[in-house]
């Protein structure tokens, strides 16, 4: 794995897909053996979090739903503190086990924005699945039930991830040049 130019950043290689794939599949074992006997339904939370979802649902052996939802917060490399509903929920939750499937929890804010939202709807539980944890720059307090890996505060791509659209396709994960 080389770097890689995007725009105008360079990415230097960080984590390799084999070991993202590896702990993809480490957390849909855990999904499976923690909702054995239920028919979850899953939010996968767009655009960065289509690729992590697509490994966990061919490695998730329950009956599940799979809906989509868009939230953003983010412009360029920095979030922007505030969140856009984009695309809402179109799939009745009542009562149901939900679980978010989110790309990276950075700030926690997104998701403690979804969770309220999603609390409106009185599903029967709400548990967070994240490709991605940057424990250290959470600013609200949440409860990620499943984490597939925790790093530093970097900048990141590939694997879903994007620098302003680009970079989502790349198997493996990148972090920015300095």
């Known amino acids: 794995m080389d770097t890689i130019q995007v725009l105008d950043k360079t990415f230097t290689p960080f984590i390799p897909a084999e070991k993202i794939l590896e702990q993809v599949h480490r957390v849909a074992t855990e999904i499976n053996r923690d909702y054995e006997g239920t ?10 979090a289509f690729v992590f979802a697509a490994d966990l ?5 329950l009956p599940v739903e799979v809906s989509f939802v868009k939230l953003a917060s983010y412009d ?10 984009v695309i809402g929920l179109n799939t009745d939750i ?7 499937v989110e790309d990276i929890v950075e ?11 999603l609390k409106r709807q ?7 699945c994240t490709l991605l944890l940057k424990p250290e720059k959470l600013q609200v307090k949440l409860d990620v039930r499943y984490t597939a890996m925790e790093i530093p ?3 990141i791509l590939g694997y879903g991830l994007d620098y302003n659209g680009l ?6 994960i990148y972090t920015l040049v300095p």
Do not use: C, W, Y
């Open 122 to 128: 009185n599903p029967q539980s709400i548990d967070i």
């Open 107 to 117: 700030s926690g804010i997104t998701m403690a924005h979804m969770i309220d939202t």
């Open 39 to 48: 028919s979850p339904v899953f939010l996968v939370v767009l655009n960065g």
């Open 153 to 155: 505060n970097d900048f």
């Open 167 to 172: 970079g989502r396709g790349l198997k493996d």
């Open 57 to 61: 649902m061919r490695e998730i052996t």
């Open 76 to 85: 360029g490399t920095s979030s922007t503190g505030t969140v856009r509903e």
């Open 94 to 100: 009542t009562g149901r086990p939900v679980i978010i």
